[in-house]
């Protein structure tokens, strides 16, 4: 039987169950749809948060149809296609779909409960008991399977015929390998010692493994370990050490094409190409000892306080603790530049991509929903006092817990060298350098930014005034070059952060803007990528042209030039367009090498104009977000400020978590908000004309621009009085009736879907 024929089958049995079973279940059961759910009765936007059908039933359908590409395939070549076929059909419909409607039918009925607690309500104790331990096993099979499949892909030499495929553990063991592998063992002197070794190495970017007593420690201090702040404990047992050695050996197996058997290959290039050391504390003991003796055997110096014999660049004797570091560091000829800077906190790249979740922050500045804004100003070294700082406005510490606070920090710079077109670089590098600050989270960009601080930094003593710290050290530091004198004015006070925003920033925002309304995408012989957003989508590349801006809204084709000439190995790279694939949706050649070699071959591929074939990733900065609306065969935009309801069933938030994170999502995608005006804005799929709604606000920001596109492509004038908004409308059919009644011209286009 054909395969489409088998998928069309399924499809129409499905829907089917879906509305006669499901129908008839509901009736049988009587189910109110009228009824006010938990969620509406007990909303403290937490725990109990409304959500919409489409996103409910989203997440139901992501949990059932999660493992199915996983296990279908397997059972399929075991039993045949049709037993697995009836088994897909009939027992999701009979079992699957009618366990989990019962189960949330359940929870719904008692005020949201987990399966657990209403085991327990109508069972008793020890049947809930049972129930856990039940889910325990369940996803100890789960995880097991999981993680068989995930370590085959370190396996460069399967099973079968015994060849190599090197490819196979490349990308679960790249991540890795940092600037260095710091192995400590044992326990230091003082826990304080300990602890500041730690800090040390992790300041400089180095993988930290611990083993033994010094877990123990950094517990005791209170210190964060873990995967996210490369800080990882391996285990109190000091023959956990093998677990680096693995590492070691399997890179060596994978990248450096060594067969099994070359021990001298082998050692060779853990000697020569990982980089790694081992830190030792007295006293050592025979096991330790022969741990020592494998890793210099590898090439890796052991550095150590125990006052033992010596072995020049292998075998060290520290006595100092404060000096492993620097002695770790000269014996494997590892140089690293750190900026020192003055705050009460740890200032590293372990802490990019760190959360701040709601309830462990302090303070919160959104410009979503109040005044804030990152802006930099050339001036004359006259006009400067280099390291000023200033705050006007009120600290943290006067910030109620938990509060929403207006923030504007503006950089002020003078240089012989310094031009006004490197400003919106520096902006931009504003992100990575907070994002180092632990404890501190930073999205967005311009005056659409998002800086959450946390309990534990502000009980460290991290106030506004750090923030201009490490804003004068890293500007000072990386743009030496062009910057001789800096000094960074801090305002808090909310009537100083409106006047900032919006009489000296965003005006010169716009003049930015329209310096590119001379360029075009064809006018140009080269675009630019930019990976400046990789610490929360680390597999999210934006390609810039003239006429689409980065999706964050900030990085136009101007600045992604100017960064490339600031810092030719940095985020922004040339990307030649020499070889078209597809014009129509803006396919090129290099532009997908470029994009396969920035994405660490996470993506293969990427249109530059349209949201449906191949579009591009989104990361999680993105100003605005458009989807499909398949009733009125156009597209939604909901921009960041707006907090309600759209057309599609969602909200920017729920938006957000199915199109951020650097994947493509065909039929969603994040932009900025200049790109809606432009010519090549969803091009492939007809262009501006396809838009039907977007909030009033951000109608009202575009409409001057975005009516002289559609009058120059269209000839119609004044199109945003046809595009709908939360006034008129939000939810579909209300929609359609008003773009009927304006004659849209999405209706009469080729249907999108």
Known sequence: MN??????????????????????????????????????????????????????????????????????????????????????????????????????????????????????????????????????????LVIAAFTDMVAGTFNAYPAGDGNAVYANGAAATVSMLFIGVAVILGAAPT???????????????????????IIDQCEELGYKTGANVRVIPLGKDVTSVVHVVSVAVRAALIFGNIQPGDATGLMKYTMERVPAFV???????????????????????????????????????????????????EARDIKIKITNIDIPVAFASAFEGEIIRRGDMQVEFDGSRVDCCELVLTKEASEIEDHKITL??????????????????????????MQSDFEPVFERKFHSYLNCIEGLMHTGQRDMIRIRISKETFEAGFRAKHIGEVLYAKVKSEFAAVVDKCQVTIYTDPAE???????????????????LNTLTDEGVDVYYSCIMCQAFSPSHVCVVTPERLGLCGAVSWLDAKATNELDPQGPCQVITKERPIDERIGEYEDVNEAVQKFSQGALEDVSLYSIIEKPMTSCGCFECIC????????????????????????????????????????????????????????????GVARIVWMPKELKEQVAEKLNETAKELYGIDNFTDMIGDETIAEDPETLVAFLTEKGHPALGMDPMM
């Open 392 to 417: 006007v406005g009120p600290d943290i510490d006067e910030m109620p817990v938990g509060s929403k606070q207006s923030i504007c920090y503006v950089v002020e710079v003078a240089g012989k060298s």
């Open 279 to 329: 830190n030792a504390f007295a006293p050592l003991d025979p096991v330790i000892v022969a741990c020592g003796a494998g890793a210099i055997a590898l090439g890796f110096p052991v550095i150590t306080n125990e006052d033992t014999f010596k072995v020049p660049k292998s075998l060290i004797v520290q006595p100092d603790v404060s000096k492993f570091n620097a002695t770790s560091l």
């Open 627 to 686: 989807g499909i609306e398949p009733f009125s065969n156009g597209v939604c935009i909901a921009n960041r400020e707006y907090a309600g309801m759209t057309p599609l069933g969602m909200t920017f938030s729920e938006l957000a978590s199915m199109t951020g994170g650097g994947v493509q999502t065909p039929g969603f995608m994040g932009h900025g908000k200049h790109f809606i005006a432009s010519k090549k804005f969803m091009k492939a799929e007809g």
């Open 497 to 515: 952060c409106t006047r900032v925003r919006h009489e000296v920033a965003m005006s010169l925002f716009d003049k930015r803007d329209e310096r």
């Open 3 to 140: 395969g489409l024929v088998i998928v069309l089958i399924a499809i129409v049995l499905l829907a089917a169950g879906y509305l006669l079973y499901g129908r008839w279940l509901a009736k049988k059961w009587g189910i109110d749809p009228k009824a006010e759910t938990p969620a509406v009765k007990y909303e403290d936007g937490e725990d109990f948060v409304p959500s919409s059908r489409f996103t409910v039933f989203s997440h139901q359908f992501s949990s059932i149809a999660g493992a199915g590409p996983v296990t279908g395939p397997i059972l399929a070549s075991v039993f045949g296609w049709v037993p697995v076929f009836l088994w897909i059909v009939v027992g999701g419909l009979f079992f699957g779909a009618v366990q989990d409607f019962g189960a949330l039918y359940a929870s719904v009925k008692n005020e949201g409960k987990s399966m657990g607690m209403i085991i327990e309500k109508y069972i008793g104790k020890m049947g809930r008991k049972l129930f856990m331990l039940f889910c325990w096993l369940f996803t100890l």
């Open 191 to 213: 826990a304080q010692e300990g602890v500041d070794l730690v800090k040390s190495y992790q300041a400089q970017g180095i993988l930290v493994t611990l083993v033994g007593g």
